[in-house]
């Protein structure tokens, strides 16, 4: 496939950043729901996005390179929601203990 046809594939919503926040548990043992969402963007990653649009404006990075790296990032940040979701109940579930 060429470039042009891969850009064809790329929907909108693809090439959008979410920019809510994950909950995090108001108890410990809370087990972590289903959908829990992305963490807020942090300046690194928010670097890292303003550096793949320029990058594509500039005409190095096709469509569809870009989604795949939008994509990335959205499951990076919603691996890290999960992780906090999980420390945090940890912490709370040890502090509850004390």
Do not use: N
């Amino acid at each position: 496939m060429s470039g042009s046809e891969d850009d064809d594939a790329v929907s909108r919503d693809d090439l959008r950043i979410p920019l809510a926040d994950a909950p995090v548990p108001a108890r410990g043992g809370q087990p972590c729901p289903l959908g829990l969402g992305l963490i807020k963007l942090s300046v690194a990653e928010a670097s890292r996005l303003a550096r793949l649009a320029a990058a594509h404006d500039a005409g190095q990075l096709t469509q569809a390179r870009l989604a795949f790296h939008l994509r990335s990032s959205a499951r990076r940040r919603r691996h890290q929601a999960t992780a906090r979701w999980c420390h945090y109940s940890t912490r709370l579930t040890a502090h509850a203990a004390t």
